[in-house]
């Protein structure tokens, strides 16, 4: 009832007289915003033949119709200015609003009708699958693959992305699943905008069930770094501390543990440690291919140095119980020489920091500067750590 109320008030000579291009929502028609962004939502749950007949109605010229605009300036994320240069929601057709609201019936309503291009694009360069898959509509999705005529691989203009890569980063696991019935989807197309693959996106945003399912590909390749930072989807979920993602990509053996991205030059672990992700670093220490001294290339610090900087005292421990781990390792960015003394009264040693040099910071420096003092007497408590060392 709330649809065809909304839908009969779109319909209106006097709504339809209104420019797609109005700046803002004239006084005289206030439930235009409402109805614009919702009617569909309402019709997805339940659609009669009325509905689907004013829907018809609205959804033939729809990209010169004020709800449209409406639509895209109400509903969509508000990072994304969703319409052209001259604000105009130019090229979002009728097809494209039934895909973004889900309405099966009616997009199967539409497509009968038989004068819409399913791979028409509008103003971003999105077809009508990609807004059914980053809105998470997977019942939209497999109508229009049904078709045999929609390419599954089409990437929008604007950032170049597939509707799978949409779908695995929204975490719509229903799309996600329909999209890898098909044989011809490819897993490992990145988007011009970040480089990023499907699976960097799922993985950077934590969505453990789409990850799950891409990793059960064969033809997926899990160690493709994006082009932005250069950093592969176990450099974004170690650095996030997305452990059971963490889990999963190290449970693939083609997965390589190691790979620094190029921005920093920080390995995942080195990521973990900065960010005190105890679970991460221990799964990544227990592997034998990767070095935990191994330091970035940017500043020079070992995931030692990054942990002791930023005071992760359960980190530093693990770190430490390594004899590999050398905690004399200076930094190549910053220096200053440490001088040790007796504290009154016993307990920690307090450092009084040497004159500043410019290379050469050690984890016990960096540590002593953040006022970490846990990780101070950790570091302390290894024979081999020099308290004198000053910079290289």
Known sequence: ???????????????????????????????????SCYWGTHARRETSESVKSLALELLDGYDKHISSRMLLLHGMDKWEWPLDEEDSPRGFSGLHGASYFGCEEITVALLEVGKWDVQA???????????????????????????????????????????????????????????????????????????????SWAAESNNEGVVRMLLERNDIDPNIADT????????????????V???????????????????YGQTPLS????????????????RKDVDPSVADTKDGQTPLSWAAENGHEAVVRMLLERNDVDPNRADIQYGRGPHVIPARGGGILAIVLGGCAHYGQTPLVWATEKSHEAVVRMLLERNDTNPNKADA
């Open 1 to 35: 009832m709330i649809s065809e109320v909304c839908l009969t008030y779109l319909n209106f000579r006097h709504i339809r007289g209104f420019s797609p291009n109005v700046r803002s929502i004239p006084p005289t028609i206030p439930f235009v915003k409402y109805a």
């Open 271 to 286: 990521w973990a440690a900065t960010g005190g992700h105890e679970a991460v670093v221990r799964m990544l220490l227990e």
């Open 245 to 263: 993602v963490v889990k999963m990509l190290l449970e693939r053996k083609d997965v390589d543990p190691s790979i620094a991205d190029t921005e």
């Open 228 to 243: 932005e930072c250069g950093r592969t989807p176990l450099s974004w979920a170690a650095g996030n501390g997305h452990e």
């Open 121 to 199: 694009t509008d103003f971003n360069g999105n077809t009508a699958i990609t807004w059914a898959a980053r809105r998470g509509h997977s019942g939209v999705v497999r109508i229009l693959l049904e078709l045999g005529n929609v390419d599954p691989n089409t990437t929008d203009t604007k950032h170049g992305r597939t509707p799978l890569s949409w779908a695995a980063d929204s975490n719509n696991e229903g799309v996600v699943r329909v999209l890898l019935e098909r044989n011809d989807v490819d897993l490992n197309t990145v988007d011009t905008e970040y480089g990023r693959t499907p699976l």
